[in-house]
């Protein structure tokens, strides 16, 4: 079955830089994505990264793809209060459209 | 432009009863997806139409649950005779179409069912 799996919080200190780890189990998946959620507002599309890449940067974002291990990470670098949020992993569902299947979450707090 | 937009933002109703979440999507977008979000955890998917046609309902998860698009715009989740298992946030996300098009979220509807 489809399943994608995070760890639930990460505490890391304002200029460090944070790592959210994440694995799936569909290996057909396409596309990877992570989504930030703050309180009260939407799910925002952070970056994605097709499965044929091994990395992908973006700004302070990197996203690295373990394709045989299926594992994915975000790493945020110069991590700022403002990035404190829920991260949501997903994957997309194999059928052909975009179907997707989210992790539980992992809760970012960035403190001083 | 607008983006999804979802009403009632908030809905409290007893357990039994009967509510409607409407989703507006981005206009042009043909996909609409629906989603649940429970209280720490990641959304859910519950329903996927692409135009006016469900083309996979399979998370939908009892037959209390119904959603509908007639036009190919708008959508809204019915469901009925409401449990407290059913509280939650349902979100709405629209994309351009069935290929890898990024989707754009609404801010959802938290059902609260006493």
């Known amino acids: 079955g489809e399943d994608v799996e995070q760890s639930l919080f990460l505490s890391v200190r304002e200029g460090d830089s944070s790592v959210i780890n994440c694995t799936y189990t569909d290996s057909s998946s396409t596309y990877l994505y992570w989504y930030k959620q703050e309180p009260g507002a939407g ?42 949020a829920i991260y949501f992993c997903a994957e997309t569902h194999s059928g052909g459209y975009n179907k997707l299947i989210f992790g539980a979450g992992t809760r970012l707090a960035v403190h001083p | ?60 998860p009892n037959d209390r649950f119904f959603a509908v698009r007639p036009e190919g715009s708008v959508s809204t989740l019915k469901i009925q005779r409401t449990e407290r298992g059913d509280s939650a946030v349902y979100l709405c996300a629209s994309s351009l179409g069935t290929s890898q098009n990024e989707q754009f979220f609404g801010p959802g509807t938290r059902l609260t069912v006493l």
């Open chain 1, 43 to 84: 799910l925002q599309l952070l970056t994605y990264i097709f499965s044929n890449m091994d990395m992908k940067q973006d700004q302070r974002l990197t996203v690295l793809l373990n394709k045989k291990d299926k594992h994915l990470s975000l790493r945020i670098a110069d991590t700022q209060t403002g990035d404190s």
């Open chain 2, 1 to 60: 432009g607008a983006g999804v937009s979802q009403t009632p933002s908030n809905k409290v109703t007893e357990k039994g009863k009967y509510v409607e979440l409407r989703c507006d999507p981005i206009s042009g977008h043909t996909a609409l997806y629906w989603y649940r979000q429970s209280l720490g955890q990641g959304p859910e998917f519950l329903i996927y139409f692409q135009g006016t046609g469900a083309a996979d309902d399979s998370g939908l």
